[in-house]
């Protein structure tokens, strides 16, 4: 008997990238009948692949393509899809919806978790609801040993985990990451790690190229990749120290800046800051004790959230309309602010949004057609934010609406009445007022519907053509004229639209590079970003740097960055109110 065929059958179970040039007439029968025998229970697996009988594989879904293998003693249950190339090394789980690209490695013991289960107090852990996001994996990435990735992730091509990292957030592509929680160290194409020639200013060249970059050496927008790469590094570095200026030990509260009054949204905008930039939840209370503090906020009665009295205690809430709404427009937005912190807690709100669950379709139409359209465009659309987004939070909970329906008339209201000229809701622009109220409600309303469901919204180049004729409005755009409520209100509608269309693609990156240039000469070390002038109304915490200037201008700078295809160069994503993701897969169903 020669060495080759003198191999033991655990050889394989260990060095599964040995079977096919090693493996005797006998272990690959063994095989075959073994993969048969998956294929029953409906796995379909690519030439060359090879599974250890040693695994245990208890998928509802499995594809594997060629060249991939499974080895001993690794768990694989749920939905699982790989490319060609891909390995799972021994003792390595897999579990959950997973999608893989070609070329993966997944290192020994470490667990791909595409599902989770939550730990409200209301019944023993057991159980808790399942839900599932699921994890996803891009082309030619390396995950080291002893490495987790948890639900929700999505890794980039070309990515490198390095071992013991644990992935709590997304990765961009070719970055390198490492630590728990995992933070990008470095661009895998860039040996020497981003460049630091260059001081992050307000005054980077314009007329930067329309084409494509990855910020390469000669490459026009390489400077404005390398200012957004220190930009990131700038602001972690101070993260902490911004958000614990705002903290007061007396009171136990957050403010949005030292002297101001405490408020919750100033608690929220610590959290998402702090996952943002750090990773983790603001250093001066445990997760669970920051997620507590906030579930208790919530009214009962009425499942919004009030804001804090003038003594620092319990808020009290007006009087209900007839249909049942509580027009209280700071707890509308609470829903949102409150919704998502806990999120990146890993919390949930204790209770219903009450006022949501209990308005019938027929309510819901007749209170849309009484929303201001013509005159307060933005107070119709973030109603209409606040609503969906309490529809989605209940679907969370696994609660039913009052009356079936509800959901998909909102939806059906929003598609009859979209202006398909504008592709937009509301009132009519002219020369004298522009298209502020016009784009500001449409993105209030898009983002808790259409974005939030993960649905295309309607006439997308037409809402590319409407918002960049805003975004050329001097009385909001010229240089220091800018808040971030206006600039989010546009760099968010040419994104979502631009998932649709690359209508005036050329234009949209332009404007984005312009303004993202003055983003970064705004922050101020150890503050933070400041809102910027007063809106329309005199809205906004003024320029005085805060919380809420720092938590928008975070997101505001993703955005434009992405828009001007450097976003990989922040390693960071937000995940909270103002994430790209749908919150929730179409359908409306809880995920699974």
Known sequence: MDAETALDDAYFDYCPWDFVGRASAAQRAAQDAHQRRLAESGARLGPRCYVSPAAGVFTDTLRLGADSYIAGHAYVTGEVTAGDDCTVNPYATVRGRITLGDGVRIGAHSSLLGFNHGFAPDRPVHRQPLTSKGITVGDDVWIGSHVVVLDGVTIGDHCVVGAGAV??????????????????????????????????????????????????????????????????????????????????????????????????????????????????????????????????????????????????????????????????????????????????????????????????????????????????????????????????????????????????????????????????????????????????????LTRGSYAQFGLDVPYAERVVDTVLAHGRDQRWFAAGRENACNVLDVAHPLWLAGRRSGHRAAEVRAWAEEQLTRALGRWRDGAGFGFGPAGEGGGGPGREPGLQGTEMWLAIVWLLADLAGVADRLAYRPRGVHRPEPARSPGFATPR
């Open 167 to 444: 992935v709590t957030k997304d990765l961009a592509p070719w970055t390198v990451a490492a630590g728990n929680p995992a933070r990008p160290l470095r661009d895998r194409r860039s040996q020497g790690g981003p460049r630091r020639d260059r001081a992050v200013s307000g005054d980077l060249p314009g007329g930067l190229s329309d084409d494509l970059s990855d910020g390469r050496p000669g490459d026009p927008s390489g400077d404005l990749a390398d200012a957004v790469a220190r930009f990131a590094d700038r602001a972690r570095a101070q993260a902490a120290d911004l958000v614990a200026r705002c903290w007061n030990p007396d009171t136990g509260r957050y403010a949005d800046r030292p002297g101001a009054p405490a408020t919750v949204r100033a608690h929220c905008d610590a959290v998402e800051i702090a996952d943002l930039l750090l990773g983790s939840p603001p250093e001066q209370l445990a997760a669970d004790e920051h997620a507590a503090r906030l579930r208790a906020l919530q009214d009962p009665g009425s499942g919004l959230v009030p804001e804090f009295a003038p003594d620092g205690g319990p808020g009290a809430l007006p009087a209900p309309a007839a249909d049942g709404w509580i027009d209280d427009g700071t707890a509308e937005y609470h829903v949102l602010a409150v919704g998502y912190a806990l999120d990146l807690l890993g919390s949930r709100l204790t209770q219903p949004v009450h006022v949501v669950r209990r308005m019938t379709a027929g309510q819901l139409l007749a209170r849309l057609e009484s929303l201001p359209w013509r005159t307060r465009t933005w107070s119709a659309g973030a109603w209409v934010d606040c609503w969906a987004t309490g529809a989605h939070r209940n679907l969370e909970l696994g609660v039913e609406d009052g009356e079936p329906g509800a959901l998909e008339a909102l939806f059906g209201w929003l598609t009859t009445r979209v202006d398909p000229w504008t592709g937009m809701w509301g009132t009519t622009a002219s020369p004298a007022a522009g298209r502020l109220q016009l784009v500001n409600g449409y993105y209030r």
